[in-house]
């Protein structure tokens, strides 16, 4: 068994002034955006560098939105009307990750009308960057000591300090949704992206990959207290959210090779690095 150890939310403070580390870690997010967008953009057919920082804002007015939108509709919706103030306490947590990815996906819509670009050719683009910011928000949540496991008896099990975790052993699952939807994830499409696929394979990889994570991350995580299981028992509001995902995310590839296979001898003029 591992002590949580003692982090102080606020990574800097200057007069009233309150940096949190939750907060830190949507910016790191957002910086890798940028940066690897950049790198991207340079050996990538249709974008340019510039373009970069246009894209981020995007994606940052997206995920801010629609993640905090998505967890007031999708899991505390009563707790908000009875204090509406609490809505924009975003550094105390609260950011529902399907909720956010509704957000990014409308926000890369507008980014793609306005830029002259499809829709796909610009989640093809931007789906390999995106695991850096879900392993740093993970990370953010594992500091607030929020969204910790369930009991269990393992070596590495972890005592959270919230009085509602009970002073018992749990699985550290934040740093398992950390590893698992922000490490390995990204290596998954940043290799995979680096050979011309089809349109849409990347960002179906991206939903497939993500939803089938969570999903099983979900199986050592505690369902939030004021939902707790919504289905047969054991299943919780992310893997309902989430299961989705992975049938949408395999259609997505199969029609993405499906169409690449259809033209003529073969050929698939769409296949251009995402």
Not at 45 to 66: H, Q
Not at 147 to 175: I, K, N
Not at 214 to 220: A, S, Y
């Amino acid at each position: 068994m591992i002590q949580y150890p003692q982090i102080d939310p606020v990574a800097i403070q200057l007069g009233p002034l309150k940096i949190h580390w939750y907060g830190l870690m949507y910016l790191i997010g957002f910086a890798a955006l940028w940066w690897l967008g950049s790198r991207r953009a340079r050996s990538t057919p249709g974008w340019k560098v510039e373009e970069m920082s246009d894209l981020v804002f995007y994606g940052a007015l997206g995920t801010i939105l629609g993640g905090r939108l998505g967890y007031i509709l999708f899991y505390d919706l009563e707790s908000y009307l009875a204090a509406p103030l609490d809505i924009f306490k975003i550094w105390q947590g609260g950011m529902s990750f399907h909720g956010g990815l509704l957000g990014v996906l409308v926000a890369l819509a507008l980014f793609a009308r306005k830029h002259g670009k499809t829709f796909f050719q610009v989640t093809d683009f931007v789906a390999p960057m995106v695991p850096i910011g879900l392993g740093a928000g993970r990370l953010g949540n594992f500091i607030n000591g929020e969204l910790w496991g369930r009991v269990t008896e393992l070596p590495w099990a972890m005592v959270f300090p919230d009085p509602r975790a009970g002073g018992l052993p749990r699985h550290p699952s934040q740093l398992y949704e950390a590893l698992l939807e922000g490490l390995v994830l990204f290596i998954v499409l940043w290799v995979y992206s680096r050979k011309p696929r089809p349109v849409m394979a990347v960002s179906g990889l991206f939903l497939a990959g993500y939803g089938l994570f969570r999903f099983l991350v979900e199986f050592t995580r505690m369902p939030d207290a004021q939902l707790g299981f919504i289905a047969f028992g054991w299943l919780t509001m992310g893997q309902l959210l989430s299961a989705p995902m992975v049938l949408l995310g395999a259609a997505m590839i199969w029609w993405a090779y499906r169409r690449a296979g259809d033209r003529p001898h073969g050929k698939n003029p769409s296949r251009a690095r995402p």
